[in-house]
């Protein structure tokens, strides 16, 4: 009996990088290709171009690969917004993450904590729900035929698949995180629109594990939703390393998303409390937020109008960094209500500690971490320098980093020879100065919460 093989391909729409990535058990090999995001690096965005761009990936997966089963893992972070005509043309695809006008929406602090309450989001931190509220009284507004996201969207034009998954869909700012459906409250209370009516121009919401088989150029594609980007350099390592790992990712703006063999942790992205009794929630920006832990460290002054130096003088040169850090640090910073509605402690602290307790008191994860057990970090900018060091003296095993040569994952330290350099140099006093920190928050939690 001739059994088919399977290939896993990879597309992560990342913040800071698209990553496509194909790999094989069978064949014990692995292909990517990475390339910075377009609209992010250069302030524009051309769909087009990130579509034939997909697409021709696909085609030469198909023509390599065509005696294979083809198994299409389809993620990203993105807080995205596309609003389309009925003829399906755009037009309207704003795709900064933020912008400065919230306060053109005089959102109420009762609003705010009801919104966070529903959506798992603080007002100030997502973009589609504010862009809808600010252009919802546009007269092109009443030609919006259908809202996507940039994978609804992709989803549709590229496979004819009208779907959202949850997390996707938590990120446009309308889901109720609880019930699952879109929010009628988010709805009619910032839209002042009929719920029936958007319901219609909505994508229909699916489960994060569902399988859309299709056929696409004549082949057979399975196509799964709302996987986590930390997918494919745990499937490489079973894959091609033949080994056991445990697969820790934080990106550029989604928080962390935990792999292991056995299953996946949290497929969703969380946030975390600061008493670390809970892990709640869809979405979480976690870009900026180690920038001003840089500066913190390193007692630089950071506020809006001395951004730009600030950040310079972190880095030591002028590298390049995307405007959505400037923008959720101006909001942030502008509105103390809203600051303190935002976990205070939604950094390196609890994203470190909040890990842990996934591992070690959810999961029991820990009676696991033997000798054979890997852990990789990988993600975003600045997350993984920090971590590397944290991780490696909590879980008392050796940190790999995904290098670039490895996993569509790799880490920009490795990427950017620039920055290799830099990490290399002036980090380390950082990281332990960050290591002692947490390693005293950590003894104080246990005893909090009489674990040690």
Not at 46 to 69: A, H, T
């Amino acid at each position: 009996m001739n059994i088919r093989k399977n290939i896993y391909v990879s597309i992560d729409l990342g913040t800071t990088f698209t990553k496509i990535s194909v790999f094989s058990k069978s064949l014990k090999k692995m292909e990517e290709n990475n390339f910075l995001t377009p609209y992010i690096k250069f302030g524009v965005f051309d769909i087009g171009d990130l579509e034939r761009k997909l697409e021709m990936y696909l085609l030469n997966v198909i023509k390599n690969y065509g005696d294979f089963n083809i198994n299409l893992t389809f993620t990203t972070a993105h807080n995205s917004l596309i609003l389309l005509n009925e003829n399906n043309q755009i037009i309207f695809a704003p795709m900064n993450i933020l912008y400065e006008d919230f306060e053109l929406l005089n959102v109420s602090l009762n609003d705010a904590i009801q919104l966070n309450k529903i959506t798992g989001m603080i007002y100030g931190h997502h973009l589609p729900l504010a862009k809808l509220c600010f252009i919802k009284n546009d007269p092109n507004f009443k030609f919006v035929n259908k809202i996507h996201t940039l994978k609804s969207y992709l989803l549709k034009k590229i496979f004819n698949i009208d779907g959202i998954d949850y997390l996707e869909a938590a990120g446009l700012g309308l889901l109720d995180i609880e019930q699952k459906y879109w929010s009628k409250w988010c709805i009619e209370n910032f839209l002042n629109f009929s719920y029936d009516v958007l319901l219609y121009k909505l994508p229909n919401l699916k489960t994060e594990n569902e399988v859309f088989e299709i056929i696409w150029n004549n082949k057979t594609i399975n196509i799964t939703l709302g996987l986590v980007d930390g997918f494919a350099a745990h499937y490489y390592s079973k894959c091609v390393l033949n080994s056991d790992i445990l697969s820790i990712n934080i990106g550029t703006t989604s928080a962390c998303r935990i792999n292991t063999d056995s299953q996946i942790y949290n497929r969703d992205n969380f946030r975390m409390l600061t008493n670390f009794l809970k892990i709640t929630g869809y979405a979480n920006n976690n870009g900026g937020n180690n920038l001003y832990e840089y500066a913190k460290i390193n007692n630089i002054e950071m506020n809006y109008n001395n951004f730009e130096n600030a950040v310079k003088l972190i880095k030591k040169e002028n590298f390049y960094y995307p405007n959505i850090y400037k923008e959720r640090f101006y909001l942030e910073q502008k509105n103390e209500d809203l600051r303190k509605l935002k976990n205070e402690n939604l950094s390196l602290e609890s994203v470190s500690l909040g890990i842990l307790f996934k591992i070690i008191y959810q999961s029991n994860l820990l009676l696991d971490l033997n000798n054979d057990v890997k852990v990789f970090v990988s993600g975003g900018f600045f997350n993984n320098v920090f971590l590397l060091k944290v991780l490696s003296s909590i879980l008392k095993k050796d940190i790999y980093v995904c290098q670039d040569n490895i996993s569509q994952l790799g880490a920009i330290l490795y990427s950017w020879p620039d920055v290799k350099h830099h990490c290399q140099n002036n980090f380390e006093k950082i990281v332990y100065k960050k290591l002692f920190y947490i390693n005293n928050l950590y003894e104080e939690w246990l005893k909090a919460n009489n674990l040690s």
